[in-house]
């Protein structure tokens, strides 16, 4: 109980951290009591104009998407481990994210419009992926074999990846819209439209917070789940509804980002242990400091330009990866 209580404390203090520096750092660095008064008094008469439209109308919207979108891919991150027994598991590895990133592009190719038709339009298309993904984790070689679930997800990423680069080409309007939210970046989406996503994602986190208990009875084992009063297919099929609602509206607010899953619930776990209860939530605030950290270091290594949120959270990811790749990480599941 002591553990789950610094690790908690932890990742709560990271993300502070993590959300003053997204609003603090930049290209033009701006004090703390200068983004307070932004934020609270932007009529303060010695407030420099300039200070106040940054902060109020270009770091706050982009902090509150990374926030949202972050918390969602970690706990996608904890669900999918956990339901598929797989501790190298994420949406965007396995290609739910890019599924959702691809019906997007569809949907925009024939004309879909507007913040929620383009979210459903993405929880369509994670939804897809994601039954994809099912299947082939339901089979005993790949199940007993983590490592061939992420070669066959990142297949299914590939293919969807560039099947989607192949309809922005085709379209020169979307992809000059879109060119920025295909890597993945927190200025694809404005404040009204994350508030608008924000009810789908409560959805999708009470959901996954409902499935605690039955996420720790499958990491025992399907048998020993049904001899604890779960019923596994029951189970596993809520998890897919919680993974298609984060998943899916993450990837409609920020794009098709990777590893924030994984390095998510993996810093969720060692910090509190494997019991959902504590992890799930956890994972979230982790994946949501890991992604405002990856936004703000891609801010400050090429002023005045950036680097996008999703390339810097590769770059983090991919050690991370090849870590529980050969370490075997994941027996505690």
């Given at each position: 109980?002591?553990?789950r209580?610094r690790g908690?404390?932890?990742?709560v203090?990271?993300?502070?951290a993590a959300?003053?520096?997204?609003?603090?750092l930049?290209a033009?660095?701006?004090?703390?009591s200068t983004?307070?008064?932004a934020?609270?008094r932007?009529?303060?008469?010695?407030l420099?104009?300039?200070?106040?439209?940054?902060?109020?109308?270009l770091?706050?919207?982009?902090t509150?998407?990374g926030?949202?979108?972050?918390?969602?891919?970690?706990?996608?991150?904890?669900?999918?481990?956990?339901?598929?027994?797989n501790?190298?598991?994420d949406?965007?590895?396995?290609?739910?994210?890019?599924?959702?990133s691809?019906?997007?592009?569809v949907?925009l190719?024939?004309?879909v419009s507007g913040t929620?038709p383009?979210?459903?339009t993405?929880?369509?298309?994670?939804?897809?992926?994601?039954a994809?993904?099912?299947?082939l984790a339901a089979r005993p070689r790949?199940a007993n074999a983590?490592?061939l679930?992420v070669?066959?997800g990142?297949?299914?990423?590939a293919?969807?990846?560039?099947?989607?680069?192949?309809?922005?080409l085709s379209?020169?309007?979307?992809l000059?819209?879109?060119?920025?939210?295909t890597v993945?970046?927190l200025?694809a989406?404005?404040?009204?439209?994350?508030l608008a996503?924000?009810p789908?994602l409560?959805v999708?986190?009470?959901?996954a917070a409902?499935?605690?208990r039955?996420?720790?009875a499958?990491?025992l084992?399907?048998?020993?789940?049904?001899g604890?009063g779960?019923?596994?297919?029951?189970s596993?099929?809520w998890?897919?509804v919680?993974?298609?609602?984060l998943?899916?509206t993450?990837?409609a607010l920020?794009?098709?980002?990777?590893?924030v899953?994984?390095?998510?619930?993996h810093l969720?776990?060692?910090?509190?242990?494997?019991g959902h209860?504590?992890?799930?939530?956890?994972?979230?605030?982790?994946?949501?400091?890991?992604l405002?950290?990856?936004?703000t270091?891609?801010?400050?290594?090429a002023p005045p330009g950036?680097?996008?949120a999703?390339i810097?959270?590769?770059?983090?990811?991919?050690?991370?990866?090849i870590?529980?790749?050969?370490?075997r990480?994941g027996a505690?599941?």
């Open positions: 109980m002591k553990q209580g908690a404390a932890i990742v203090l990271a993300l502070l959300v003053v520096a997204s609003l603090a930049g033009r660095p701006i004090d703390l983004v307070m008064t934020i609270v932007p009529e303060w008469p010695t420099d104009p300039i200070d106040a439209v940054v902060v109020r109308e770091r706050v919207p982009r509150i998407v926030l949202l979108a972050g918390a969602a891919l970690g706990i996608a991150g904890a669900v999918m481990q956990g339901v598929t027994r501790p190298i598991a949406p965007g590895l396995l290609g739910v994210s890019a599924g959702a691809f019906a997007i592009v949907g190719s024939i004309g929620l383009l979210a459903a993405a929880l369509l298309g994670a939804l897809l992926a994601s994809v993904i099912a299947v790949i983590p490592a679930l070669v066959a990142s297949a299914i990423t293919l969807l990846v560039s099947a989607t680069q192949l309809l922005l379209d020169p309007e979307a000059d819209q879109y060119r920025f939210w993945g970046a200025t989406r404005t404040l009204s439209d994350a996503l924000a789908v409560a999708g986190a009470v959901v409902l499935l605690a039955a996420l720790d499958l990491a084992g399907d048998d020993v789940a049904r604890l779960f019923g596994v297919r029951t596993r099929a998890s897919l919680a993974i298609v609602l998943a899916g993450a990837t920020a794009g098709p980002i990777v590893f899953g994984l390095v998510g619930a969720a776990r060692r910090l509190a242990g494997p209860g504590m992890l799930l939530p956890l994972s979230g605030l982790a994946g949501a400091a890991l405002l950290v990856a936004d270091l891609g801010r400050l290594v950036e680097i996008e999703g810097v959270v590769a770059v983090l990811g991919a050690p991370v990866l870590g529980l790749v050969r370490s990480l505690a599941l």
